[in-house]
């Protein structure tokens, strides 16, 4: 399975961005997808998941701002920002994880960057 991430960009506080992770490959063995991100001099962490089965989560700082979605057919994630800060602006990455993986996220994307100014 690769990833292809996209649709990052440089907006400002307040404003919306869409992210769009592409899977290819065996995309029938995609169970979960998620988006991460990483700001400059800090770790990454989770931002949002989501199931085959359309469960979703999120980090605390992001409700009610975000929402991710799918397309299973597609193998296609997608991450809708609103209400942009810029404590969000960071590189943010698509993983996917296979059906039977004990793992976190087993397949990674290239990552996409968001800046968003004040």
């Known amino acids: 399975v690769q ?3 996209s649709g990052g960009g440089l907006v400002q506080a307040g404003g919306s961005l869409r992210l769009s992770c592409q899977a290819s490959g065996d995309i ?12 400059p001099g800090k770790e990454r962490h989770v931002v949002a998941a989501i199931t085959r089965g359309g469960n979703t ?16 057919d597609k193998g296609t994630v997608y991450l ?3 209400g942009l800060k810029p404590e969000d602006t960071a590189v943010y990455y698509c993983a996917a994880r296979p059906s039977g993986s004990t ?5 990674w994307g290239q990552g996409t960057l968001v ?3 004040s």
């Open 3 to 5: 990833l292809q991430a």
């Open 28 to 39: 029938s063995s995609i169970n979960a997808m998620g988006w991460y991100r990483q700001a």
């Open 57 to 72: 989560n999120y980090a605390d700082v992001v409700v009610g701002r975000f929402t991710v979605s799918s397309d299973n």
């Open 80 to 82: 809708q920002m609103n």
């Open 103 to 107: 793992n976190q996220y087993d397949y």
């Open 115 to 117: 800046t968003v100014s």
